[in-house]
């Protein structure tokens, strides 16, 4: 299978990469990031084809989706409070790109494409553009030249996700508990979250890209709540930091008290046979990844201003 992954650089794009080259498929990762150097490759010398691309160039992404059979559109803008000031950013992104991404594929004849969306819980940018793609994907699935398969990933962690600039809970967690500090929560801790491991997550949305579901966006999660609190204590734990936890204001675009897990049970029916990796062994693995980082990144993005959610 040839299968072209638009963001194939990013932290989940990678995943997927990853599960796709594990299957033996033809891989082409098409990224502004895009590797230009050889065996300077984060998935190994010669596993990939890199192409430097951008998902607002219709007629490169026409050329470079020719003769796929899949295309996995990873691609985006992240954020939430961040793209406060970036509301044109966020729409030619992941609006605006998606839409070129959903055309070309079928101007190319590709069949199947993936397209991960988001919870609908809170209003800001980032939900209200994902979702706005999300809607748009219903359309050209009813158009019916192409099927596109929407997951709503929940709280993804892993290694190889980013410190930053957009704050996310694990990599801002690690980053203060590696250097003594309490970790910052916003409001009281006690939202929930539904985390799942970025392994997992690349394994299943392969497979459910080509499990032949037909219909609307369904949840991907573990299916399970914890709350910011137990995280938070969990990374306390798992790294020995003595200081605590510090809990400060919500951030703007999110809601105190809100409740997140996924329903997985069409996803169970979609793919039958579902695994997840242990929380806490995956979350050692994770903490082992970002204490191998050079120091400095890590002091320097523990000491940014804020809190996780």
Not at 88 to 117: D, K, M, Q
Not at 225 to 243: Q, Y
Request: proline share 4%.
């Amino acid at each position: 299978m040839r299968a072209v992954v638009v963001g194939g650089r990013g932290f989940l794009g990678a995943a997927v990469v990853r599960e796709l080259l594990d299957r033996g498929d033809d891989v082409v990762v098409l990224d502004p990031r895009a590797s230009q150097q050889g065996c300077d490759d984060q998935f190994g010398c010669g596993r990939v084809r890199d192409v430097v691309g951008d998902m607002l160039d219709p007629a490169g992404l026409r050329r470079h989706f020719a003769g796929a059979g899949e295309v996995y559109h990873m691609g985006g803008k992240l954020g939430t409070s961040e793209l406060d000031d970036a509301l044109h950013e966020a729409v030619a992104a992941n609006i605006t790109g998606s839409l070129h991404v959903f055309e070309a594929a079928e101007h190319a004849g590709v069949p199947t494409i993936f397209y991960p969306t988001k919870p609908n819980v809170w209003l800001n940018t980032y939900t209200i553009t994902k979702v706005a793609a999300e809607q748009f994907a219903e359309i050209f699935n009813e158009r019916g030249k192409v099927q596109i398969r929407s997951l709503r990933y929940f709280n993804a962690y892993g290694p190889g996700q980013a410190l930053g600039p957009v704050r996310k809970i694990i990599p801002f967690f690690v980053a203060r508990a590696l250097n003594r500090l309490p970790l910052l929560v916003y409001g009281d801790g006690e939202q929930t979250v539904d985390m799942i491991y970025s392994e997992d997550i690349g394994r299943i949305t392969v497979a459910f890209t080509r499990s032949g579901y037909r219909g609307t966006a369904i949840d991907c999660g573990r299916g399970e709540e914890m709350t910011v609190n137990a995280v938070a204590r969990a990374v306390n734990d798992v790294t020995g930091n003595p200081a605590g936890i510090e809990h400060v204001p919500m951030r703007r675009g999110e809601v105190e008290g809100t409740r997140l897990a996924a329903d997985i049970a069409p996803l169970r029916r979609a793919l039958r046979d579902i695994r997840f990796a242990d929380w806490t062994e995956s979350l050692t693995r994770t903490i082992d990844w970002y204490a191998a980082l050079d120091p400095a990144r890590l002091a320097a993005a523990a000491g940014a201003t804020g809190a996780a959610a």
